[in-house]
């Protein structure tokens, strides 16, 4: 009976030994996953290289994942937003308001490779996705009246980008990006492709 109980307790502190582990593994693997996001938020500048839209503002937030916390191969998701004004002639087709605003939301995925060391890293990445854009347009509703609609538009757009970080604390980065944005065969008020360089910094940190 006493070789019973003995028996019995070392199976239940086993149990409870094996248990621990198990919770500790999870544990250290769900820190070391969240460890590895980062969050940058971005915020500059805009040119397109098509003369019938303005240079505009440039927003750039995302998460991403780096495979190593510190250099190597990264995955990002981006929504990027992109702010311009048009200048049109008589003779465009797509809109009938000739001055106005047309706005971009970019949802972009893709992979990077980082470099560097502790305080300066350098990266390049390319990404690819879905533009959203709106523009606006006059319609008549009646003699005396018109309402003003927007119209709105999906399209490809492929990112490449190269940025510098510079580390204020291991978790934290200020960031300088310089990205090209080629929005493939679009139908609005351009021909063939859009292209935009843009310029951006802020910050990218862990939040975990």
Do not use: C
Not at 51 to 60: A, D, E, P, Q, Y
Not at 144 to 152: L, R
Not at 173 to 196: G, R
């Amino acid at each position: 009976m006493r070789y019973y109980k003995q028996s019995l307790i070392l199976f239940f502190l086993i149990v409870f030994n094996v248990n621990h582990k198990i919770l500790a593994q999870n544990k250290q693997a769900e820190v070391s996953f969240f460890s590895k996001l980062y969050f940058p938020f971005l915020f500059g500048y805009n040119s397109p290289i098509e003369k019938t839209l303005l240079s505009g503002s440039f927003t750039n937030t995302g998460i991403e994942y780096r495979f190593k916390k510190d250099y190597g191969f990264f995955m990002r998701f981006n929504f990027d937003s992109r702010n311009n004004l048009f200048k049109l002639t008589n003779n465009n087709t797509a809109t009938n308001v000739l001055e106005g605003k047309i706005n971009f939301n970019d949802y972009t995925l893709g992979i990077g490779y980082r470099i560097g060391n502790s305080k300066i890293r350098g990266y390049g990445i390319i990404q690819s996705g879905l533009s959203y854009y709106k523009y606006p347009t006059v319609v008549v509703r009646n003699v005396n009246g018109f309402a003003i609609n927007d119209i709105i538009n999906t399209g490809w757009i492929i990112k490449p980008a190269l940025g510098l970080e510079y580390y204020i604390a291991p978790n934290a980065a200020l960031v300088l990006e310089a990205s090209y944005n080629n929005q493939i065969n679009q139908d609005a008020f351009w021909k063939n492709h859009l292209h935009f360089w843009g310029i951006t910094a802020g910050l990218t940190a862990n939040l975990f």
